[in-house]
């Protein structure tokens, strides 16, 4: 698994070093970082109709996310709530 550090905290510990297995010891001594991977998504939208209680069709878009499939009702928020996939990308173009 990849280590992520902050270029600050090892430039001010490296400083004054002058050799390779001082920085090694420096670099396994700091605290890695938390990161995860972003995923990036897209809203797919699906056409539904539905009949009201005055028997008039009505038309509305649900949304569900590229990533994981999951659907998010009618609204397109940033991120989807079910696998947290970034909703940024663009439409898939054949």
């Not at 972003?38 to 069709?57: D, Q």
């Not at 009505?58 to 999951?70: A, D, L, N, P, W």
């Amino acid at each position: 698994m990849d280590s992520y550090f902050r270029a600050k905290d090892i430039l001010d510990k490296a400083m004054g070093t002058d050799s390779y297995f001082q920085i090694k010891s420096i670099l396994f001594g700091l605290k890695a970082a938390d990161v995860v991977e972003v995923r990036h998504g897209r809203w797919i939208p699906e056409a539904c109709e539905s009949v009201s209680k005055r028997n008039r069709l009505i038309e509305y878009r649900v949304y569900s996310c590229s990533i994981c499939g999951r659907s998010n009702g009618r609204v397109k928020k940033k991120y989807c709530p079910n696998c947290g996939a970034r909703m940024d990308k663009e439409a898939d173009h054949e």
